[in-house]
């Protein structure tokens, strides 16, 4: 049995898609004194760190910060565009979308859920045609959003939200569009202005690679419009009075003052790397993840290919083979951390991450501990996917050129 004071020797490698390993530098950040969240120097702080990220979420218009994790965002973004009885559209890809429509119902909210039926429909993307379909149904104009996930953590799919926007245009219909990109953000290429998002809930502990306890609210002038008339309680997630303070750089709140000390490295980091360079990397993992995967004759979770998400690959299990017996074992064996399968996807898969601190090496450490614990468990592969993600990256060097 395993005990409660489990230290094996070496560094813990955490390969979920979240929380990400923290970078040595974000986390020095995070041990400098706490000052003042009233006095002048934090209200610097407060001004760079809110300009820059407007820059990862490619928005010209405010991002709120809330000291929450993503949920405490989904909440936000729902109680300050909606009211008591309001219609909404909401797809389901995954675990995290049926979470959000389970909250949209507890707020007192009519929530429609759409999407693909059963299991299958948890390996694919957003449909946009059918969002558009049900929007020209709507001719009364009673959703008044659509909600979707952009990276749905729980099955490694990134669905494509201009599309969705595209959708709702083509049906001449005036719902919102709220987008949760929680593990998608800094990772995935996302364009909130481009692609006409009116909210945008993101978290700090995936691509931001800082821990959990912060969360995003990007949100458009017709979202801030909504929230003038929105009538479902809110004090502590209002948008009104953080906005007004914001302009200072200060909340109407105690902050988490060293966290966004990280935040503010994490941007620093992203930054000067490039964001295009920051995707390419992601979309170079997850090649080489994915070519493990097939070299060993399973199938990914996400079953089209336009659509695999750079942050994670859920790998699906052969017929009669527990998915959380072979996470465990790995876990006991290797002192490596994997994700579990969530809902219709429980004991069908495990999720391999390949986010936050992270580089070839430690992929290629990750993979042997995944493909010894298949072994041990009696999977049969077909052939060494250490060795095909070896091949892949020494063939595949990412352009180290800024």
């Not at 290629?364 to 077909?382: F, Q, R, Y």
Request: charged share 20%; net charge negative.
């Amino acid at each position: 049995m395993l005990k409660l004071d489990f230290h094996p020797s070496g560094r813990h490698f955490l390969q979920i898609p979240g929380p990400s390993p923290v970078p040595d530098r974000i986390l020095r950040a995070m041990s400098l004194p706490t000052i003042d969240h009233r006095g002048p120097e934090f209200g610097a702080l407060g001004r760079e760190l809110l300009d820059k990220i407007r820059q990862v979420f490619k928005t010209q218009q405010p991002v709120v910060i809330y000291p929450a994790s993503g949920t405490g965002a989904w909440e936000a973004a729902l109680v300050n565009t909606l009211s008591a009885g309001d219609r909404v559209l909401m797809f389901e890809t995954g675990h995290f979308a049926t979470l959000w429509e389970k909250m949209a119902r507890r707020l007192g909210l009519e929530p429609e859920f759409i999407g693909l039926p059963g299991y299958e429909g948890w390996r694919r993307g957003v449909q946009a045609d059918l969002i558009e379909q049900r929007l020209k149904a709507d001719g009364n104009h009673s959703i008044k959003a659509v909600c979707v996930v952009h990276n749905e953590t729980s099955t490694g799919v990134t669905s494509d939200i201009a599309a969705v926007r595209r959708a709702i245009d083509a049906a001449k219909h005036p719902a919102l569009l709220l987008v949760d990109t929680i593990s998608g953000l800094a990772c995935a290429d996302y364009q909130h202005d481009a692609w006409g998002v009116d909210v945008t809930i993101s978290g700090s502990q995936k691509g931001l690679m800082l821990p959990p306890g912060i969360s995003f609210n990007a949100v458009s002038e017709k979202a801030i419009e909504a929230s003038r008339s929105a009538k479902l309680p809110k004090s502590f997630w209002a948008w009104d009075e953080i906005l007004e303070l914001n302009r200072s750089g200060y909340w109407p709140y105690t902050p988490n003052t060293n966290l966004l000390y990280g935040l503010n490295e994490a941007l620093d980091m992203l930054l000067e790397e490039g964001l295009d360079h920051v995707f390419a990397r992601h979309q170079r993992w997850a090649l080489g993840v994915r070519t493990a995967v097939e070299t060993w004759g399973l199938e990914v979770q996400c079953q089209e290919p336009s659509v695999y998400s750079p942050v994670l690959t859920g790998v699906v299990m052969p017929d009669g083979v527990d998915a959380d017996e072979v996470r465990s074992l790995i876990y006991r064996r290797f002192d490596l951390s994997l994700g579990t399968g969530l809902g219709k996807a429980k004991g069908k898969m495990f999720r391999i991450g390949h986010l936050g601190d992270c580089n070839d090496l430690t992929l290629i450490a990750t993979l042997g501990g995944c493909e010894a614990g298949l072994k041990m468990c009696g999977v049969s592969l077909k052939g060494s996917g250490v060795l095909a993600a070896l091949d892949y990256f020494a063939a595949n060097p990412l352009d180290e050129a800024r």
